[in-house]
């Protein structure tokens, strides 16, 4: 995405939802996969919508709005409907659609893999400022805890899990076992030392990867240093953006305006320093100031184990954010114990409702 002078930075939303029939079963998107910005994910009951880069938070609601109501209104004709919670809270299986991409990370995973085919996520990128694009990753380190915010379930297979079941899915249970994959890294002290981080990744997954018989053209194939590697933030060369990969899928509205946020906080830094350490963590209009990492890593376990807290609210206030302004699907719900399958279907129903009126709304915008 590359940058006129004086231009707003772009941002970008990718965003997964389970796709279900009209009695609330899982069900493949079929030709909803046609559609702008639409295609298929990894396993099948699956839809991900994709903007284009946007120069305002305004231009990325009305994209991404116009690209989930086609979806909604060509699932009206095939008996299909989109989910915004982050599983599907229970479900005996999940199938994958099967490529050597997916059977690799099946052979080094191994069981544990299950837990990625239950996940539904979002992705937001926001333009790399030149000469920043660092202080903007370590800015986004810092706020991974925002994660808390959209926690769309708590459920995995009908067990209470957490209220960021899908984050602890990804970074406690799937990848646990894979040194550095899944977690979210410390503050990065350059490019140099993010490339070497990747390349160190890659080679250890590599090496994993034929140590299971996997052949190196086919693993070569599938996987690069920046496509082998699953932590929560990124710096994306071949996009030329900084990503944030936390977010629980969740209502639209909230998307677009947690990608606002992080837009005006991570994205256009203007000359305001970024410290790590030292005074009270916070962002203003002069500075930026990031906790300790280890600080930043008791938040994100809070978020992942116990939602949005009365602290982690604070901590998210003095870093840009409105806790206020969301109501996180997780947290309000009702079913803090054990799912059945009938009660799953009928809240993947009901949340499927409450997607479609959310995109048929039109609530004034804030943003620029």
Not at 251 to 278: K, M, N, Q
Request: hydrophobic share 35%; proline share 7%.
């Amino acid at each position: 995405m590359p940058m006129t002078s004086n231009a707003p930075l772009k941002r970008s939303i990718e965003v997964e939802y389970w796709v279900v029939d009209d009695e609330g079963y899982l069900t493949q998107p079929g030709s909803l996969i046609d559609l702008p910005g639409a295609e298929r994910e990894f396993v099948e009951p699956m839809l991900e919508l994709k903007t284009t880069p946007c120069q305002s938070t305004a231009e990325l609601r009305e994209e991404l709005f116009d690209r989930i109501r086609a979806a909604v209104e060509r699932g009206d004709d095939l008996g299909k409907q989109l989910v915004p919670l982050a599983t599907p809270l229970n479900h005996k299986e999940i199938r994958e659609i099967p490529c050597d991409r997916t059977r690799i990370q099946n052979e080094v995973v191994g069981d544990d893999f299950q837990y990625v085919r239950h996940c539904a996520g979002t992705h937001i990128h926001i333009e790399q400022q030149p000469g920043r694009a660092v202080d903007q990753l370590n800015t986004l380190i810092a706020l991974d805890p925002a994660l808390a915010l959209v926690n769309s379930a708590r459920h995995f297979r009908g067990e209470a899990m957490a209220p960021g079941a899908r984050s602890k899915c990804y970074r406690w249970l799937a990848y646990d076992d894979l040194q550095d994959q899944g977690e979210l890294w410390p503050y990065v002290d350059d490019r140099a030392d993010w490339t070497h981080r990747l390349q160190t990744c890659y080679d250890r997954f590599r090496e994993q990867a034929i140590d299971t018989g996997i052949d190196e053209p086919t693993f070569e194939s599938c996987f690069d240093p920046e496509s082998a590697v699953w932590t929560p933030v990124q710096l994306r060369e071949e996009f030329g953006t900084v990503e944030w990969r936390s977010p629980d899928t969740t209502l639209p509205s909230r998307t677009v305006a947690l990608a606002d946020t992080l837009a005006r906080v991570a994205g256009e830094l203007d000359g305001r320093p970024v410290d790590i350490g030292g005074d009270t963590p916070r962002v203003d209009d002069d500075r930026i100031v990031l906790p300790e990492f280890e600080t930043v890593r008791e938040y994100v376990d809070t978020a992942i184990q116990d939602g949005l807290t009365e602290s982690l609210a604070t901590y998210l206030s003095r870093m840009g954010f409105d806790p206020d302004a969301f109501d996180p699907i997780a947290d309000s719900f009702e079913h803090e114990g054990p799912i059945d399958h009938e009660t799953a279907r009928q809240l993947r129903l009901e949340y499927a409702t409450r997607l479609r009126e959310d995109v048929r709304q039109s609530p004034a915008m804030t943003a620029d």
